[in-house]
């Protein structure tokens, strides 16, 4: 899933190559990617993109005050193109959920595989319209977002540090796979309480936050859409690398693993060595 520094990067990248074009068309190759009926896809045609902008991990077009908002969930990812194909995009034939025209006959297509459908795309008057933009906590990179206001929202939740990071509600941004990174760069467990996190604590979350996010939107700077992913992959420490070597002590990477998701860390530097429970092996944990 994309998270806030490869949408980042997206946004930039977009901001770029539409400037002093206008939308030329768009189609739908899945009819409930749109969640919007109002205002219609039309409206956007002919419109200038005025600017590109993020929303945690919401990726915003203005279209000359109409805004085509979407959400790449777990396996939606945006295809860039040069030169567009002129052939017409035919509804359930492709995993191509939406496409957009651009005057200089470039544009690009929203993809999502799997059968799992859960990309999301909007047209709206205002950002403020998509109910998952309303519901957006701060962002984590914003001036704003101070030590002493991440404080007091760790002090209101009485709920594991892994779900904390993850709720867009409190944080907005982060996902599965930078919530991994920045509790190994923190040394803290996935499972530690947040309300109970004392001073020295708090400020190394609130530094591994931040500059583990700030990191990774600086390495994937300047890259192309179609190289983001693998640029992720490669710069994770814990994430997705279980059973390999803790590039912090020399560990072994661990994994606990749920219904529809996983969660990597190394027990030496945020567990004092014990590893977690994994429904699957928590009889051998005892």
């Known amino acids: 899933m994309p998270e806030l520094p490869e949408v980042q990067a997206l946004v930039d990248f977009l901001a770029k190559r539409t400037a002093d074009l206008a939308v030329t068309g768009v189609e739908l190759g899945s009819i409930s990617v749109l969640k919007t009926f109002t205002p219609p896809p039309e409206a956007l045609v002919g419109a200038p993109v005025e600017s590109v902008s993020r929303h945690?991990?919401?990726?915003?077009?203005?279209?000359?005050?109409?805004?085509?908002?979407?959400?790449?969930?777990?396996?939606?990812?945006?295809?860039?193109?040069?030169?567009?194909?002129?052939?017409?995009?035919?509804?359930?034939?492709?995993?191509?959920?939406?496409?957009?025209?651009?005057?200089?006959?470039?544009?690009?297509?929203?993809?999502?595989?799997?059968?799992?459908?859960?990309?999301?795309?909007y047209i709206v008057s205002s950002p403020g319209d998509v109910p998952g933009i309303a519901r957006l906590g701060p962002d984590p990179l914003a001036d704003a977002f101070s030590l002493s206001a991440f404080r007091e929202i760790l002090g209101e939740r009485k709920h594991q540090l892994k779900g904390v990071l993850r709720d867009q509600s409190i944080i907005a941004g982060v996902g599965n796979a930078y919530s991994d990174e920045i509790l190994h760069v923190a040394k803290l467990s996935p499972f530690a309480i947040a309300a109970k996190?004392?001073?020295?604590e708090t400020e190394r979350l609130y530094a591994a936050l931040r500059e583990t996010l700030s990191a990774a939107v600086l390495a994937a700077s300047g890259k192309p859409a179609a190289e983001l992913k693998d640029a992720k992959r490669s710069g994770m420490r814990v994430h997705g690398r279980t059973g390999e070597v803790c590039p912090e002590c020399g560990d072994t990477v661990r994994e606990v693993s749920f219904a529809d998701s996983s969660l990597q860390y190394c027990a030496t530097c945020q567990t004092g060595g014990k590893p977690l429970a994994d429904r699957r092996t928590s009889k051998f944990l005892k």
């Open 56 to 121: 945690g991990k919401f990726l915003d077009l203005d279209c000359g005050g109409t805004h085509l908002v979407f959400h790449l969930a777990r396996a939606g990812w945006l295809r860039w193109s040069e030169t567009m194909t002129p052939n017409l995009l035919r509804p359930g034939k492709s995993p191509i959920a939406l496409r957009v025209r651009l005057s200089d006959g470039s544009g690009f297509d929203l993809t999502e595989a799997g059968t799992k459908k859960s990309l999301a795309a």
């Open 197 to 200: 996190l004392d001073d020295d």
